[in-house]
């Protein structure tokens, strides 16, 4: 059979596409992202974009109901979008195996927090598997799809960044082709889910859970291994492949299903062991349960309940119990001595974000803000954001804060929030905004893609994950069907008209909606972004008054003429510089302008 | 010891210079040798212009993806900053290979601070085997100022020990077919520095 050398990302459409699966619906988000663009390439599976993750989980819930294999995929805090649905489903069980995956981010490389996504598992009454790798990650959803329709449950498997972005060698299999065809099947006792039959169904779950506990003693995922029997770990997922590496002479119960634990097998490798330990990351989930059943282990006593774990941190709290006398002592960074600066990721030259947050910046606005590249605004010199909880929770959050504060400072409460996030879940924001009468301004960055996450389609951009044209939401028409009264449309690169309209429906006393109409530069599609030609800077007219510099563009740097960095001039880099002109109306002196 | 016969390389730079792509290529060349093989790197956020770090770990079983701090066997750097603050992975007899270019960062093109003028010398006092390579001026000689990520590749292959015909299927595979010949004499180039 072939190998390739895939993603986790990768493995897990591969998985999919094995098992037979036929419809796979998400929503994007990191690490998550490349499940649902890999699956793409598999005609047979009808994969799609969903305006948010609930939607995306219904999608598949449906698909699983009439019969088919149905994969869903978001990050860890989608499955808080998700949750509503997740925990009924739990008692409708599927009828098409279904699998939802649900990638952890500890660390917090790219999300707002770190949630452990086992306690969803727990809490709705789902197993979970977690693969180690990416050969796992397609063996582990084949496998999930499996156990779903066995146990007539969801089942979700929890992958974590460094097991969706990490490539290792995976073997190929065939695609199954004997599963039953969909179609229409009337069982209301099990799918409808009112208090008489979720009481019938409640039991069922918790039978089920039982069982699976029972069954997971002899899955082959789950895997003891005797070394040495002083060590004895309790590992699963990325932590296990850290050890193996840190300790290899340790003994090992490689969980592969996190959710519900093996109790008898935990037992077992315990009796076999002298000191037992818990190697995971995040919350003490299985820890706390080995507690629960009387049996001595360490672990949060040594790790760390914050941040991932490396090789180094594992290596170094095994070397400081002092247990260990074959560690090496912990690697000294002698290098970080030297203080380089700081290189933090910036909104792209061109970006049409920037000028809005030029703007709410001279115009001292409070802004609620939200999820996406325009979460860059808030890095200086924008400086223009003030709240950022979670996707759509600008607009409640605006709604929230001018029930509160006078009259003079609600003028300056302004959400801004980008098209996808808008669709995900600031349209309910919006509604409530309007209904309970907020005199907030929401500012709509319509760049046309979910950029942030790598330049997804949405149900605004006219396309869908298959690249098929579709209908692209008209954002005014929604607003003024919502109820909304005051809705502007404004060119984000025209830097006084975005100041004008934003001064303008900030002091208006009710809601207003300001839509921005320029592209992603990213946006790769034929018509949507064109490059402009490159703006140059006249050495002669700058005075190196640094007024062009207040955008944080990167294609314009500060080129200084010896040592000093407060003497210099502009200089615009021609293979960055798209010309978007917005540099050019800062300049008081003329020094910037296109070519010729 | 496993991990003792495993090869740990990083690739550092900026978002957006095709350090992934590099990686693939290393790590396909790595497979088609009949390594275990396996690496990562964070996306996201860090593509906006940040700090890029991947990492490619290859040898007869691997299991981690991460190369632990110190452990480096060669540093593969195509931006002079980027190349320093990745110091702490290199091992004392690590190899450094670098690209002779400087990105600004966003601080220094705001003329807050000045980009680091003593780079090399840091880089040498960490490391005795320090190439620094100018991957855009052979590229120019390659036939496309585009390939000197894999003229850099080329000077990072005569480290480590993989017959040059694994490498040339490698980006034979990877690359796209009309820009095939261009890298294959931009990897020659590097790899005869
Ligand atoms: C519940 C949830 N799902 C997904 C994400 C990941 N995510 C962060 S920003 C974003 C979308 C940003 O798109 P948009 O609002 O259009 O802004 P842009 O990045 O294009 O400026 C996504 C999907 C998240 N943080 N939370």
Not at chain 1, 80 to 92: E, R
Not at chain 1, 178 to 207: D, F, Q, S
Not at chain 1, 380 to 389: G, H, K, Y
């Amino acid at each position: 059979m072939m190998k390739e050398i895939l993603s986790g990302n990768e493995a897990i459409a591969r998985g999919a596409f094995e098992a037979g699966c036929l419809v796979a619906s998400g929503y994007p988000g990191t690490p998550s992202t490349e499940i649902l663009e890999n699956t793409v390439q598999y005609a047979d599976i009808d994969s799609s974009w969903a305006p948010n993750e609930k939607v995306a989980l219904e999608v598949a819930i449906g698909a699983s109901f009439g019969g088919a294999r149905a994969l869903c995929t978001m990050k860890h805090v989608g499955v808080n979008v998700a949750a509503d649905p997740l925990f009924t489903l739990s008692y409708t069980g599927v009828n098409g195996g279904l699998v939802l995956i649900a990638a952890d981010d500890p660390g917090m490389h790219s999300s707002q927090n770190e949630q452990d996504s086992r306690n969803y598992a727990k809490a709705a009454k789902i197993p979970m598997l977690e693969p180690a790798d990416s050969e796992e990650c397609k063996e582990f959803t084949r496998l999930a799809f499996e156990m779903s329709e066995q146990y007539d449950t969801p089942v979700i498997v929890r992958t974590g960044t460094r097991i969706s972005h990490s490539k290792s060698v995976v073997e190929f299999g065939e695609r199954i082709t004997t599963l039953p065809i969909p179609k229409l099947v009337k069982n209301a006792a099990k799918l409808v889910m009112l208090p008489g039959n979720a009481r019938v169904r409640h039991p069922l779950v918790e039978a089920r859970m039982l069982k699976l506990s029972e069954d997971g003693v002899t899955m082959p995922i789950n895997k003891i291994d005797i070394r040495n029997k002083k060590i004895g770990i309790i590992t699963s997922g990325v932590c296990y492949n850290y050890l193996r590496e840190v300790l290899p002479e340790a003994s090992t119960l490689k969980l592969g299903m996190v959710h519900p634990l093996p109790y008898d097998l935990i037992s077992k490798f315990a009796d076999q062991v002298d000191q037992l330990y818990v190697l995971e990351e995040l919350d003490p989930f299985i820890e706390e349960q080995v507690k629960g059943m009387g049996i001595a282990v360490r672990g949060k006593d040594l790790f760390s309940l914050c941040g991932e774990l490396t090789p180094g941190i594992i290596h170094d709290a095994f070397y400081r119990t002092g247990l260990f006398p074959d560690l090496k002592s912990p690697f000294e960074n002698a290098a970080s001595d030297t203080k380089l600066p700081q290189r933090p990721p910036n909104m792209c030259p061109g970006c049409p974000h920037r000028g809005v947050f030029y703007a709410l910046n001279k115009l001292k606005a409070y802004v609620t803000g939200d999820i996406g590249c325009y979460t860059l605004g808030f890095l200086p010199p924008l400086s223009a954001m003030d709240t950022c909880v979670c996707m759509g929770a600008s607009i409640g959050m605006a709604t929230g804060v001018t029930k509160v504060v006078s009259d003079e400072e609600k003028k300056k409460v302004v959400a801004v929030i980008g098209d996808s996030t808008f669709l995900h879940t600031g349209i309910n924001g919006l509604m409530d905004m309007v209904y309970n009468q907020s005199p907030a301004t929401v500012v709509i960055l319509d760049n046309r893609i979910t950029a942030m996450t790598g330049r997804q389609d949405n149900p605004a951009s006219g396309f869908t994950l298959m690249d098929s044209p579709t209908v692209a939401i008209d954002f005014p028409m929604l607003c003024k069907s919502i109820g909304v009264k005051n809705i502007r449309v404004v060119n984000p690169f025209d830097l006084d008209e975005t100041e004008r309209v934003l001064n303008e429906e900030m002091n208006r006393s009710e809601t207003s909606v300001i839509i921005t109409n320029k592209p992603c530069v990213l946006v790769k599609r034929e018509g949507v972004f064109q490059k402009e030609p490159p703006y140059t800077v006249s050495e002669e007219k700058c005075t190196g008054c640094r007024a062009c510099l207040k955008i944080g563009c990167p294609a314009i740097e500060w080129r200084t003429s010896k040592d000093d960095v407060k003497k210099g001039k502009a200089h615009i880099d021609a293979l960055l510089c798209t010309g978007c002109d917005v540099c050019r109306q800062l300049c008081k002196f003329e020094a910037i302008g296109g070519v010729n | 010891m496993s991990a003792d016969q495993i090869t740990n390389i990083l690739l550092v730079g900026v978002g957006g210079q095709g350090i992934v792509l590099a990686s693939e290529i290393l790590s396909e060349t790595c497979m088609l040798a009949g390594f275990d093989v396996k690496k990562n790197e964070v996306h996201g956020m860090s593509q906006r212009g940040g700090s890029v770090v991947s990492h490619v770990r290859y040898g007869k079983e691997v299991f981690s993806p991460i190369v632990p701090e110190g452990e480096g066997d060669i540093l593969f750097g195509f931006e002079l900053m980027e190349t320093c603050r990745a110091l702490s992975y290199l091992k004392p007899q690590g190899s450094v290979i670098a690209n002779d270019l400087q990105i600004p960062p966003p601080s220094v093109l705001m003329g807050k601070e000045l980009y680091p003028q003593n780079l090399s010398e840091i880089i040498k006092s960490h490391s005795a085997d320090y190439i620094l390579v100018d991957g855009q001026g052979l590229a120019m000689k390659a036939g496309n100022v585009k390939a000197a990520n894999t003229v850099l590749l080329g000077a990072v292959s005569k480290k480590m020990n993989i017959e040059e015909d694994y490498w040339l299927k490698a980006i034979e595979k990877m690359v796209p077919s009309k820009a095939v010949d261009v890298n294959k004499s931009a990897f020659l180039l590097g790899r005869g520095i």
